[in-house]
């Protein structure tokens, strides 16, 4: 693993970063020669006001917002490596070894993704080490709740890292090699060998910081841009409906959705943020924080993530993907009085996604964890549990909230496997282009279909294939002598 040398990041929210160096003064001598000013933060210094130590919360979300993790490159590879999505432009540095299913252990994409991950692991380590070590700064409720923002942001990390490097959960219980799990805070490259856990040991680690997250994170923040930006006690809950989803713990998902989903339509959460669907096409335009959003990724004019690590550039600005023709934007059911169908523009008789439509500098929010999603894991998972009723219920309010007069033909959801096929298809729709579709297949042990368009193809990538997930990178084979054990 590389180890990075700082210890968190001075900033607002997901924004501005300041990286500090872990330099200790010498003597009293060199302190009187050599004064450190007020602003300088050091590792000696990093957790002695509250701002300081609010800056180095900001600075775990900060981490997350890298251009390879949620701030950009996550999105993009999550996504074409699926079907809905078409090449253009052959271009390595915009996924198109995902797309055709050809990264390798030194992609540049497969290291940074990793290092970015694991940066925003130790920066969360970090902060949840400092806090105990340096009581009485912040009041104890306020620390309790810091902590429980950095956990909260770890096991989002972690559960990205292990849904991409390693085998499914589904594929064996979690039997399989996951990732090294580092879990202490390290500022030097001691530490740097450590085994792989396994994958059912990374997600119980997952589950444990979002359990004791849930426990600690304030019911709401004091707007809505914080409830949309930083964890409070409902984000916890949701993002274990996807964990357990992932996992096939069916029972434990619908337990979790209970706490934030009313038992009737419409659905809403009746305690903390009041988490609800609203309008499909204001959430993606023009409120970035409405009750919808559990999760977000905000971007300012001061800060933001352009090029092409951005995923609005690469899916839309730039036309480097268009949208497939036989994916799930060309089924006939989706019809086109669904306001959905909204997103996409055409050029050169083909559509590009425009969930993500502002020009440069490209300050779409992107989304992490919606209510919407919370809705389609709680009916699968009721679906698959034989209660059909309320599968049924939570997958309708979730398509005539877009498409009012929708109504799904009867074969479609009177039995157990046809409903489960049809929520699956739901994701399909409410999730395109929002990182999804990878782990979606994944997790249901299905093949990456075959897809060709403009000159290019990608074959069919099967389970049994070691391309069906992301090889680990070499550069942390090379640091890490005890990883490929």
Known sequence: MKIFNQIGRNTLGWGFSVAFALLLPSCDSDKLLNPVPKTSITGANAFDTPERILGLVNGVYKSAKGGNFYGGNYYTYSEVRGEEFINRTSNTFTAFEAWNHTLNASSNFIAGFWAAGYETINNANILIKG????????????????????????????????????????????????????????????????????????????????????????????????????????????????????????????????????????????????????????????????????????????????GQTSFPYVINANSEYNLNPTGIWGDTEWRASDLRRTFARTASGVQFLTKYAKPSPFLDYLPIIRYSEVLLNYAEAAARTGDLVTATALLKAVRTRSDANYEFPAGATGTEQALVATILKERRIEFLGEGFRSNDIVRNLLPFPAKSGNGLVAPEVVPSQTNYVFPLPNTEIVTNKLLLD
């Open 131 to 306: 806090i105990g070590e340096h009581p009485g700064v912040v009041n104890e409720a306020l620390g309790r709740q810091y902590v429980a923002e950095a956990k909260f942001v770890r096991a989002l990390s972690y559960f990205a890292l292990v849904t991409a490097y390693a085998r499914p959960f589904n594929e064996d219980k979690g039997a399989s090699k996951g990732l090294p799990l580092r879990l202490q805070a390290e500022t030097t490259t001691a530490n740097n060998d450590l085994k792989r856990s396994t994958v059912a040991e990374v997600y119980a680690q997952i589950i444990k910081d979002l359990d004791e997250a849930e426990a600690d994170l304030p019911l709401t923040h004091a707007t809505a841009l914080l409830n949309t930006t930083r964890a409070h006690r409902n984000t916890a809950i949701a993002l274990k409906t996807r964990v357990y989803l992932n996992s096939g713990n069916y029972a434990k998902v619908i337990e979790e959705a209970k706490k934030i989903v009313s038992t009737a339509p419409p659905f809403s959460a009746a305690t903390g943020v009041k988490h609800k669907l609203e309008s499909i096409v204001e959430i993606f335009s023009t409120n970035y924080t409405s009750s919808e959003s559990i999760l977000s990724v905000p971007m300012t004019e001061l800060d933001n993530v352009t």
